[in-house]
């Protein structure tokens, strides 16, 4: 199981930018595809991206393609969300995790970390 630790969110205005990052404290971390999940109060958790674990390709939800960036390193086991133009449409606790090799908007896990608050004022 690989164990997350999200950090970077915050409170930013709408049309600025944010950086999220994900820390895995595992040795195999470099072995997974991860993406990043988000959930809003009194709505599902949604899929928001996903990275190949070689860094060599990516997918985003229709909602943020064009505005967000993932990344990985994976000498540092770390995964990255780089939040450009965000809208209060953004505004959720965002999680990273592990996805299916096979199905990258499917967890691999069913546990998940604390997730870091990003709000977007109007």
């Known amino acids: 199981q690989v164990q997350v630790v999200e950090s970077g969110g915050g409170l930013v205005q709408a049309g600025g930018s944010l950086t999220l990052s994900c820390v895995a404290s595992?040795?195999?971390?470099?072995?997974?595809?991860m993406g990043w999940f988000r959930q809003a109060p009194g709505k599902e958790r949604e899929f928001v991206a996903a990275?190949?674990?070689?860094?060599?390709?990516?997918s985003y939800a229709d909602s943020v393609k064009g505005r967000f960036t993932i990344s990985r390193d994976n000498a540092k086991n770390t995964v990255h969300l780089q939040m450009n133009g965000l809208k209060p449409g953004d505004t959720a606790k965002y999680y990273c995790?592990?996805?299916?090799?096979?199905?990258?908007?499917?967890?691999?896990?069913?546990?998940w970390g604390q997730g870091t608050q990003v709000t977007v004022s109007s």
């Open positions: 595992t040795r195999t971390f470099s072995k997974y595809p």
């Open positions: 990275i190949h674990w070689s860094g060599s390709s990516a």
């Open positions: 995790t592990a996805v299916d090799s096979a199905s990258w908007f499917t967890p691999l896990f069913h546990s």
